[in-house]
Nanobody, 115 residues
Framework: QVQVVESGGGLVRPGGSLKLSCAVSGTTDTVFGVEWHRQSTGTQRERVARITRRGNATLTDSVKGRFTISRDNAKNTVYLEMNNLKPEDTAVYYC?????????WGQGTQVTVSS
């Protein structure tokens, strides 16, 4: 069965950096678009970044210039590099992958930005 697993979260000080990974396994179907979403306590989940299979990337305005999304199709892995992190970036970060005809979510990875 398809598995989507996020990793790389943690505790970081303001201004610091983290690199999240989203690994898709258990399938021979094509992994198309992949998105990173985040949800902090008491807020709705929001999409942060999206990347197509060809590598076309879009980012929400609040992270432009600080976050970069990339992918390695050979490894079925998508990355979210986060720089100059701010306390408002604190959230659980989720990966959503469109695999074949379906969308799959990972379990999330916690990112906490605090001094």
């Amino acid at each position: 069965q398809v598995q989507v697993v996020e990793s790389g979260g943690g505790l970081v000080r303001p201004g610091g950096s983290l690199k999240l990974s989203c690994a898709v396994s258990g399938t021979t179907d094509t992994v198309f678009g992949v998105e990173w979403h985040r949800q902090s306590t008491g807020t709705q989940r929001e999409r942060v970044a999206r990347i197509t299979r060809r590598g076309n990337a879009t980012l929400t305005d609040s992270v432009k210039g600080r976050f970069t999304i990339s992918r390695d199709n050979a490894k079925n892995t998508v990355y979210l590099e986060m720089n100059n992190l701010k306390p408002e970036d604190t959230a659980v970060y989720y990966c959503n992958a469109h695999v074949g005809w379906y969308d799959y979510w990972g379990q999330g990875t916690q990112v906490t930005v605090s001094s």
